[in-house]
């Protein structure tokens, strides 16, 4: 029997894209493919791209003409967001790669490798749904997943490509949602990401009672698990926020009092253009209200400057309402003029240079917001989700890690400070692993990271 052929995936992007690199493993692992960990060693080199924006673009191309040029013998197959979006031009024009594969039908992802390697047999069945794996790997740190609980979009902003790339909204059901959690749960994870392009639209098919919404259904159900976790939900429309989801997160800790909305922008003249209903006092409200039940919440936004009609006046606007709203973080954008969406055709461009300058702006006049912000949880005993060990120093271990304000990748880091010196074998009491939960006191800010004594 011969050896079984060997993949390498080069993971990119977004937690979406994550997921779907995760799922793609998986379909391989299932049909007897083995993942390398680099790949000098693989038959084949999966590019899992983003098609967002421009620059994601350039970024997932670029990735796939230097594999190209360090393995020029390799099979080598583009997946992904601009697979998807771009698959037939790019099957014409980007002679390096030697297969396109797109994200909406991934468990194929083992039907094309083969056929892609001259092994290709059986017949690829057409999608049925979002089909997530019982059993898929994890590419995130340890003790953290994400779960992806819809996919595509029907709110169409009209800056945005994603649901010509993902399609429209599509929505799984509560007990395959909570029965993909639970799984995770015995497999030792701690902090469950719930994810999808707008958690605020999540509507779960089966759902037939209509007076709460569908994201404070699945919140109902994953608050009865037991055990130690975290829940932590990313990507909320501001314009339909579900409201009934704030007594459910106030009746239990687990369920984070973390909020991901993407306001972008807070000029109503501006917001309109981007197909969005609200304006700075609506929004600002939305913030006050949310901190009426939840007074410890935490806010991340991202904010879009350079968009076609933007002038001095929207931007006073935005700023206006970034000191208002103090956001703990905030990511800030410049306009990337995508075909195929309504703005494309806009006029009254903003020149690149403006857009940067105003990017450099928000972003300056962020720092010390988010600072004071962080500086708020000096003092406090809270729970720490360890990721990776650092070097030890002479008197005590050194590991980083988050709170429950820091979310993966994005926000600052928890530098977390094991008490106690080391026994004379080196190891430190109690053996922090990665992964492990556990209760520690936050002691400074140092920039936007906060230091964390267990």
């Given amino acids: 029997m011969g050896r079984a052929m060997r993949y390498f995936l080069d993971p990119f992007g977004c937690a979406k894209n994550q997921v779907d690199g995760e799922t793609i493993m998986a379909a391989l692992d299932d049909s007897g493919w083995a993942c390398c960990a680099g790949a000098e060693d693989a038959d084949l080199i999966i590019v899992n791209s983003c098609g967002f924006i421009e620059a994601a673009k350039r970024e997932s191309i670029n990735a796939v003409l230097a594999w190209r040029k360090r393995y020029p013998q390799k099979k080598i197959l583009l997946a992904g967001c601009l697979a998807q979006r771009y698959g037939k031009e790019l099957a014409e024009e980007l002679q390096e790669a030697d297969g396109i594969f797109g994200n909406r039908d991934l468990p194929a992802a083992a039907w094309t490798a083969a056929s892609l390697m001259g092994q290709g047999s059986g017949v690829k069945t057409a999608p049925a749904g979002i089909l997530i794996p019982g059993r898929r790997p994890l590419l995130g740190f340890p003790g953290s997943a994400y779960v992806k609980i819809s996919e595509g979009c029907n709110n169409c902003c009209s800056f945005c490509a994603i649901p010509l790339i993902r399609g429209p909204l599509l929505c799984r059901s509560i007990p395959d949602v909570a029965s993909e959690c639970g799984q995770l749960l015995e497999r030792g994870v701690k902090e469950l990401c719930l994810i999808g392009q707008d958690l605020a639209s999540y509507s779960p098919p089966g759902k037939e009672d209509r007076s709460s919404s569908g994201l404070a259904a699945l919140l109902t159900a994953l608050a009865k698990m037991p055990g130690s976790f975290w829940v932590r939900l990313l990507y909320l429309h501001p314009d339909h926020f579900p409201a009934d989801i704030l007594p459910v997160l106030q009746g239990d800790s687990r369920l984070l009092p973390y909020f991901d909305i993407p306001f972008q922008h807070a000029s109503r003249p501006l917001l309109a253009r981007m197909n969005r209903r609200g304006d700075a006092e609506t929004y600002l409200r939305l913030l006050e209200n949310i901190r009426a039940v939840l007074p410890g919440a935490v806010f991340r936004s991202t904010f879009l400057t350079g968009f076609p009609g933007e002038t001095d006046e929207d931007l006073a606007r935005l700023l206006d309402f970034q000191e208002r ?11 990337s003029r995508e075909e195929g969406t309504a703005a494309w ?3 009254d461009r903003v020149p690149k240079k403006t857009a940067a300058f105003r990017k450099r702006l928000i972003e300056e006049r962020q720092i010390p917001i988010t600072e004071e912000r962080m500086n708020r949880f000096t003092g406090q005993t809270m729970d720490v989700l360890i990721e990776e060990a650092m070097s030890p120093s002479l008197a005590e271990g050194l590991w980083l890690g988050r709170l ?9 880091a928890a530098v977390i400070r094991h008490n106690g010196p080391p026994d004379l074998s080196g190891e430190f009491p109690g053996n922090l692993e990665p992964g492990m939960l556990i209760s520690g006191r936050v002691t400074a800010r140092a920039g936007f990271d906060l230091e964390v004594k267990v």
Avoid: H, I, N
């Fill in 325 to 335: 709203a103090r956001f703990d973080w905030l990511g800030v954008f410049t306009y």
């Fill in 404 to 412: 429950f304000c820091q979310a993966p990748e994005v926000d600052g």
């Fill in 345 to 347: 055709s806009m006029k």
